[in-house]
């Protein structure tokens, strides 16, 4: 037994409500860095052994446990001087007497410091696919984004050559004014949704958010493409529904989409896009149709993979509905293509927020 | 004679500040932000010189180009980086374009006529 938790870095213990009595097992004093020939120690001993910020929450999980009967499984950190952090998942559970009342507590500890490191470590990729990803959108559409970007400069740059010429006359020089302020802002607002939408995911958590306003925010960032390509995009709404996500990554989610729809039409005659957001129970509805003809099922089979894609070489990573796809499935949201439209149509469903 | 020019361009800011910028008793400016009333006017009214914006709403400066006469030379005037043209204009000018270099074009029209 010993040897087997050795090997699983497991330790066993037990707790006797009444007569107060611990037992721990060989491999719980050596994950506590202890002699176990020595005296097993007291409950007061082992919650000092444990990280400051998670005693509390440890210690209301057993006095819960003692109360109600109720196991438990959580992960807390053991205090390290070595200043690095040991991760521990602690199981517990409870056995009653025939009165009902907790009589022992017995339960597990497990070191699993490498499955956090590795799960942190996935975690980070998975940022950073994503941030690569995005990267590459605004890559994608930087030559529209200096396009809008030029034009007030245009209006900046000339009026402020204008005013030495219009110096004696106040209303031209008013209306100068209010056109380079008029075009500062547009600048503004297409740095903004930059900075804003280049910002890394890790950097905006989980919150409510209006999927309206998420939607309005992509529209934006892809606003220089699909007018470069002469694709006419509309959107309708028939609420304004909040959901729990990273409103970055929806974000994301939606300029891809968005995106895809304007390389699959742009050398159709008829180009449009229509964003459709609406409820259905408690379920919220983003549906991104294009004027295409719908996507053949061989092709959709392998949509979601990473690296597939349909566009020539050089024109796209086949790394955008991968990634949307792992978005939306940590959102605990889907997405499909819709076989029974005669356009092509995808749809996501995520769920409202209470 | 006064030089006669036609300005093409979907920001009616941009077209105001051309006309305001450039027009003189010897040059006369006609602003335009719909391409076919442009169009309409360059072929009842041909102008000695025509500035056309690259991106239009639902066309090209070059597909404009291509319904006007041929024989008047044209500026396009674009945001993009590098436009992709077909038509063989006289000059491409980027956004922001200088005022010297709108005035030099100008002043060499002018002395041509």
């Known amino acids: ?354 | 004679m006064a030089l006669n020019l036609v300005y093409l361009d979907d920001e009616e800011d941009l077209c105001s500040l051309f006309a305001e910028m450039f027009s003189s008793d010897e040059v006369k400016i006609k602003t335009f932000v719909d391409p076919e009333l442009a169009i309409q006017e360059v072929s009842s009214n041909p102008p000695d010189l025509i500035f056309l914006d690259f991106r239009l709403p639902k066309v090209t400066g070059d597909m404009v180009a291509l319904k006007m006469n041929n024989a008047i030379p044209k500026v396009l005037i674009s945001g993009d980086i590098s436009p992709i043209t077909e038509y063989k204009f006289l000059k491409i000018f980027g956004k922001p374009w200088t005022v010297s270099e709108v005035e030099n074009l100008i002043l060499e029209f002018k002395n041509k006529k």
């Open chain 1, 1 to 354: 037994m010993d040897e087997a938790q050795k090997i699983a870095k497991i330790g066993s213990w037990s707790f006797d409500v009444k007569s107060g009595k611990i037992d721990w097992s060989k491999q719980l004093f050596s994950i506590f860095s202890l002699d176990y020939r020595g005296n097993t120690p007291t409950f007061e001993e082992h919650i000092n052994q444990l990280y400051f910020d998670d005693r509390k929450m440890f210690v209301s999980t057993v006095q819960k446990i003692i109360q109600d009967g109720i196991p438990y499984r959580f992960r807390y950190r053991k205090s390290d001087f070595e200043k690095t952090n040991v991760w521990l998942e602690a199981i517990g559970s409870a056995i009653k007497d025939v009165e009902g009342n907790v009589s022992v507590l017995h339960g597990t500890c497990q070191d699993i410091t490498d499955l956090v490191e590795a799960e942190e470590k996935t975690k980070m990729e998975r940022a950073k696919s994503i941030h690569t990803a995005k990267l590459a959108s605004l890559g994608e559409m930087s030559a529209g984004v200096a396009h809008e970007i030029n034009n007030p400069l245009a209006i900046i740059s000339g009026n402020a050559a204008l005013l030495p010429k219009i110096i004696g006359n106040p209303e031209k020089i008013e209306n100068c004014i209010n056109a380079i302020q008029k075009a500062s802002g547009r600048i503004v607002k297409i740095v903004n949704g930059l900075r804003k939408f280049s910002r890394t995911s890790e950097q905006s958590e989980l919150s409510k958010n209006s999927l309206h306003h998420i939607i309005h925010e992509a529209i934006n960032m892809t606003d220089s493409k699909v007018k470069r390509e002469f694709v006419v995009l509309s959107y309708e709404h028939s609420s304004e529904p909040n959901v729990i996500c990273n409103e970055i990554e929806i974000e994301q989610v939606l300029v891809n989409l968005i995106s895809n729809a304007v390389d699959a039409i742009k050398k159709n005659d008829d180009k449009w896009i229509q964003i459709k957001l609406f409820e259905i129970g408690q379920q919220v509805v983003v549906q991104v149709r294009d004027s295409g003809k719908g996507i053949p099922k061989e092709v959709a089979r392998n949509l979601f993979q990473p690296f597939f894609t349909t566009k020539a070489v050089g024109e796209g990573t086949g790394l955008g509905l991968s990634i949307t796809k792992g978005i939306l499935d940590q959102h605990g949201a889907t997405i499909e293509v819709l076989n029974n439209d005669p356009n092509t149509c995808f749809e996501i469903r995520i769920k409202k927020a209470e």
